[in-house]
């Protein structure tokens, strides 16, 4: 499908918070939050490059800020400029969200810098801090309620939690099935899915076809499983 980033996810049919998600996502983007978000996260989770670097050190947005202390001021989004909401139509889930005070999400923290564990056992990522500032544009508490990623949309559709952000990519069978929110994205490069193989065989694979009925491992339920069956499976079942 034709998509930009990772997407969140909400039960069908929740379109009431959807809508509301969607609005603070975009207000995150057209403030360019996003991007420092994911800066900050990739040097935090060790996952850096030169350009994340940059903007956590460069930028203005960090003038009064010591660097250390900088991906915890963000992680506060309380602080930060939001949109103007109307809530007072909402409906469903975002309606139970508003009374009950609390935003409750799912997530598989094994994917720095959107979403993973700390040392001291904090979960943290640029999806967390963007979960965190759509729950403080809604003037509720944030709670994150970590799983397996291929438990993570069973626990939408089961209601268990309110919605999801763990790096889900925009697939047509999640489309069909669950609320998708606009794309959002914290690094203009273009992001790579990759096979990887021993070094000492990586002569053997030169293209696609070279990996049909071979053993390929991909995380279940995930866009990588998607590309193995669609790219390669497909290849050896013609």
């Known amino acids: 499908g034709d998509y930009e980033g990772n997407v969140a996810a909400a ?41 994340a670097l940059a903007i956590v050190g460069d930028d203005p947005i960090f003038s009064d800020v010591p660097i250390d202390d900088t991906y915890l001021y963000l992680l506060d989004t309380t602080n930060l400029e939001k949109p103007t909401l109307d809530l007072s139509g909402a409906t469903g889930v975002l309606a139970n969200v508003l009374s009950n005070g609390v935003l409750t999400i799912a997530t598989s923290p094994d994917y720095p810098a959107n979403e993973f564990i700390t040392e001291d056992g904090t979960v943290y990522g640029c999806e967390m801090m963007l979960a965190k500032y ?62 990887i193989v021993p070094a000492a065989q990586q002569d053997q694979y030169k293209s696609l076809e070279d990996f049909v009925g071979k053993h390929i491992i991909a995380q279940a339920s995930s866009l990588q499983q998607m590309y193995v069956e669609d790219q390669i499976v497909a290849l050896e079942e013609k």
């Open 11 to 51: 039960k069908k049919g929740e379109t009431s918070l959807m809508d509301a998600i969607n609005t603070c996502i975009s207000f995150a983007a057209e403030k360019e939050y996003y991007t420092y978000w994911t800066a900050l996260a990739k040097v935090q989770s060790n996952t850096q490059d030169d350009a």
């Open 134 to 195: 759509v729950a403080d544009c809604l003037g509720v508490a944030l709670k994150i309620e970590t799983m397996d990623f291929s438990a993570v949309l069973t626990a939408v559709d089961t209601g268990k939690v309110d919605c999801a952000f763990s790096g889900f990519g925009w697939k047509a069978d999640r489309a069909e099935a669950f609320e998708l929110s606009v794309g959002y994205v914290g690094d203009e490069e273009v992001s790579y899915h990759t096979l």
